[in-house]
């Protein structure tokens, strides 16, 4: 079993692996379609980095991790174990980038939409206030920690299955999330903003937050409860 197949099993099977990617029938990664049109997230988001975001970053992820699988597979072959090792770095990079932005389209909900509204009540609401004491505690905790990321790299708010609480990290660069369960990611890489935001990180924080999918989310703690 390949490097990344253990990666994508610990990140996405508390998810039922609804988050990882579809594979086709030769074993190939692909890039998942969204589910929603690239211009449903403005004025939070806008249609040209969802665009480029989608079609040309998550794409070039997928690339690299179908060409890092192929050469792990002619490399286990050979019983070449240090071109193996070598070869770590790719899968876990790209990797982790397919799994990160898998999760990331499906916790974002178009401008409006009941999806994009935090429950009154629910598993959701009572983990947040027992938590955080309530919504605006937690946003505020998430963009400070997020927006505190040095280089490229994610925020996250995941379920701890130990302590049995949400709480707030943040991964470097595309590292996926394998110390809890993922509820929430929000991408902090500039190609997720820049255009619209330039380098002010709080304005795209803040403003993400009317384009979270907190009914995705909410199935998501449900499924890790």
């Known amino acids: 079993m390949v490097a990344i197949t253990r990666i994508a099993s610990r990140v996405a099977a508390p998810l039922k692996s609804r988050a990882f990617a579809v594979m086709s029938a030769r074993g190939k990664h692909t890039l998942p379609e969204l589910p929603y049109a690239y211009d449903a997230l403005e004025p939070s988001i806008s249609s040209e980095i969802m665009t480029l975001h989608h079609t040309k970053h998550h794409q070039t992820y997928v690339n690299g991790l179908n060409a890092a ?3 792990l597979q002619k490399l286990q072959a050979s019983n070449d174990v240090k071109g193996a090792i070598a070869l770590q770095p790719a899968l ?3 990797g982790g980038g397919h799994i990160n932005h898998s999760l990331f389209w499906k916790n974002l909900a178009p401008t409006g939409s009941n999806q994009a509204k935090f429950p009154s009540s629910g598993a959701l609401y009572d983990q947040v206030q027992a938590d955080f004491g309530g919504f605006e505690n937690l946003k505020k ?3 400070t920690k997020t927006a505190g990321v040095q280089g490229s790299g994610w ?4 379920y701890n299955k130990g302590t049995k ?3 707030v990290v943040t991964t470097a660069n595309q590292d996926p999330l394998l110390s809890h369960v993922p509820i929430i990611g929000i991408d902090i890489w500039e190609h997720a ?3 619209q935001y330039k380098n002010v990180k709080p304005d795209y924080l803040n403003a993400i937050w009317d384009v979270i999918n907190f009914e995705e989310a909410e199935k998501r703690l449900k499924e890790a409860l």
């Not at 925020?155 to 995941?158: E, N, P, R």
């Open 69 to 71: 699988e192929e050469s």
């Open 92 to 94: 876990k990079f790209n």
């Open 141 to 143: 905790e998430v963009n």
């Open 155 to 158: 925020g996250w708010l995941g």
């Open 165 to 167: 609480k949400l709480e």
């Open 193 to 195: 903003f820049y255009l």
